[in-house]
């Protein structure tokens, strides 16, 4: 059985950090597109970052490059979300999904999804 955890999610001052876990089981990350996914309070979820295979390639939403990094520890199985710098508006409910498809913005496409981790970006 496939199942990917988050943690790491909170309360933040703006122009703080937090660094997001999605630990899997079940499945090798090592092997697996990871997407991050977000969804704020009356909007749509959107995509936020795709590692392809291994990281070779990694895609950021415009709204979070330079501020949010992608990271994978493969002897953990785990992969992170290091966010900085952050804002008001990053203030959602953070998701993980994994597939072995090519990166894709929609939620849908992913084949294993975590419950998500709620971060909140408030003075």
């Known amino acids: 059985q496939v199942q990917l955890v988050e943690s790491g999610g909170g309360l933040v001052q703006p122009g703080g950090s937090l660094r997001l876990s999605c630990a899997a089981s079940?499945?090798?990350?090592?092997?697996?597109?990871i997407g991050w996914f977000r969804q704020g309070p009356g909007k749509e979820r959107e995509a936020v970052a795709c590692?392809?295979?291994?990281?070779?390639?990694?895609y950021y939403v415009g709204s979070v490059k330079g501020r949010f990094t992608f990271s994978r520890d493969i002897a953990k199985n785990t992969a992170y979300l290091q966010m900085n710098s952050m804002k008001p508006e990053d203030t959602a409910v953070y998701y993980c999904?994994?597939?072995?498809?090519?990166?894709?913005?929609?939620?849908?496409?992913?084949?294993?999804r975590g419950q998500g981790t709620q971060v909140t970006v408030s003075s």
């Open positions: 079940g499945i090798s990350l090592d092997y697996s597109v």
């Open positions: 999904a994994a597939s072995d498809r090519l990166c894709s913005s929609v939620y849908n496409r992913y084949d294993y």
């Open positions: 590692a392809s295979y291994s990281g070779a390639s990694i």
